[in-house]
């Protein structure tokens, strides 16, 4: 690294190290509520100071400590990439049931040091589902809270069938032997840590199901202890059954009749997924979408996810739309953020999300704008949305014409989004993934789902479908373009994002963050801060947050001075502050060839932790 470049990201990185000097903080808030309405995706459980790790051969960020073993000792064992990450899944299932599951879908970006491929395990909508499925009596928009908790919400589960189909192209180890460490921690119990026993307390929703309730509360009604050792034996037994028969195990037969037996008949919230809705299910493989990125010192290429996700598409706007309204220089200052960048960041962010709000759904059930998703990364295009920015905040914004493409559709309303968990796996072969997990909401749909009654535990199931929009069309009857149809896959915000050398072709880095809408930001801001800025990848992560989804600027609490909040009000911006709960996690490779190691880090703001040799 040269020097310039070393000292500031010693700088930073000894700022951000004094943000963290308590090796605990407690929770900045017991609301997860923006003032936009929006809500975040998890509440804040405090803030944990992580030291960045290195290895030489391989590593796995995941955001559980225990899932970050279970991958760890999977390529110890021998297994690479995708057997690490199955392991990391079904351990997840177990220890952050808030945040991904069985339940639930994932997006997977693999690279095998040559070819980098896209698995879309994203839920679907049962066939029964239709453009009025989150419509009340009066024909209005159902309040999202009667919409989250039950059947209704629940999409048809696809992580597990994606998960088999890209172990069968580059699984090294027996399906069955991926399972085994869920399945002994499932018996044996784990700890219940301080996130998931903070977000359990605060939870009353999901006791209203008496599977949940037993599983998760005591007889006094509290939330387990700190510590409590918690086991799932109903997990264990259907993990079993996963590990004998693979993903058919949940699709078909008992589990798939546990799963629809549950949905339907959910009493106060039903919803109307079926046997034949869980066998029909399908993963699918996309074609990685990607943006090139002038970084320090070479060109790089950022690869992600088409729709359904918005990810890449916004993020790849955001930076580009950056890029030409200021230099690269890293806005950092002691602390302090340039509010000139602060301000150009935030309207070209209410850009990108005016086009996502109009264009972006399932690709198999709308056309993108210009007969092409890249339209909206188009130089001539974001030459000309970057036109619109000036020293003062746009007092409207409204989606582009990419190509001089028109459409029918209206844009989507904003609405909330929730959130996920990710993991980033490298193996000493010279594979990587990089996946995003979810079942929503925090704890999903809150119902869980058991074979046997009398054996405590279960998996919880997800919400995905509120990620449709719940108005249909606008008041002038236009259709919205991620409205609910039968089989559809609801628009995503998960990022799982790969960086390459742009000449060279190497894998530079693999990253991602759970974090509803705000997705796009944490990840941006990480590729900003490693890629402009020079920092190394922790340092990119305990940055402070920072995103909008069109409305108010969402800034972090507690981590702005007031002379930045009163520079970027005074360009117009309405600035709420409340905790932003990332769950970065990151892994970057520095050097080449034999001399090379693996930089990874892991978000301060949850449990991660990034592990290897």
Known sequence: MPPSREKRVTTLALAACASFAAAVLSACSTSPLTADGSIQPEASSGLTAKEERTFRQEAVAAANPLATAAGARVLKEGGNAIDATVAVQMVLALVEPQSSGIGGGAFLLHHDGHTLQ????????????????FLAEDGQPMPFKQAVAGGRSVGVPGVLRMLALAHRQHGQLPWKKLLEPAIELAEQGFAISPRLHQLLAKDETMKEDPV??????????????????????????????????????????????????????????PGGMTMEDLAAYRAREREPLCFDMDAE??????????????????????????????????????????????????????LAFADRAKYVADPDHV?????????????????????????????????????????????????????????????????????????????GARIMVTTDEGRPGGFLLNNELTDFSFAPADEQGRPIANRVAPGKRPRSSMAPVMVFDKRS??????????????????????????????????????????????????????????????????????????????????LQRLGQGDQGVWRGGADPRREGEVMGQ
């Not at 949940?212 to 050792?229: Q, S, V």
């Not at 295009?381 to 028109?406: E, F, H, N």
């Not at 929730?418 to 909401?441: K, L, P, Q, W």
């Open 118 to 133: 896209a698995y879309d395990g994203r839920e679907t909508a049962p066939a029964s589902a239709g453009p009025d499925l």
């Open 212 to 269: 949940a309730r037993a599983y998760f509360w005591g007889p006094d009604g509290n939330a387990h202890p700190l510590g409590h050792i918690l086991r799932n034996p109903e997990l264990a037994h259907v993990l079993r059954q996963i590990a004998n028969e693979g993903p058919d195990a949940l699709h078909t037969g008992d589990i798939a009749r546990a799963i629809t037996r549950k949905v339907q008949a959910h009493p106060t919230n």
């Open 297 to 350: 010192p070479r060109q790089v290429m950022v690869c992600g996810f088409p729709p359904p996700s918005s990810g890449p598409l916004a993020i790849g706007q955001i930076i580009g739309l950056l890029s030409r309204a200021q230099g690269r220089d890293n806005p950092w200052h002691e602390q302090t953020m340039d509010p000139e960048w602060l301000h150009r960041y935030t309207e070209a962010a209410r």
């Open 367 to 443: 056309a993108p704008p210009a007969g092409a998703w890249s339209s909206l990364l188009d130089k001539d295009y974001l030459d000309q949305r970057s036109a619109l920015i000036s020293t003062k905040r746009m007092p409207s914004v409204d989606a582009g014409q990419p190509g001089g493409a028109t459409t029918a559709y209206a844009p989507m309303p904003d609405q909330p989004e929730y959130g996920t968990s990710h993991v980033s796996v490298v193996d000493r072969h010279g594979n990587a993934v990089s996946m995003t997990t979810t079942i929503e909401s925090g704890f």
């Open 505 to 586: 072709g190497e894998l530079l880095m693999s990253l991602g963050s759970p974090g509803g809408a705000f997705i796009i930001h944490y990840v941006a801001k990480v590729l900003l801060g490693t890629q402009w800025w020079g920092l190394s990848p922790q340092s990119a992560i305990d940055l402070p947050n920072i995103g909008t989804t069109g409305g108010p600027l969402v800034l972090e609490e507690d981590r702005f001075t007031q002379g930045t909040l009163g520079a970027i009000e005074a360009r117009g911006h309405k600035v709420v502050q409340i905790p932003l709960t990332s769950g970065l996690q990151a």
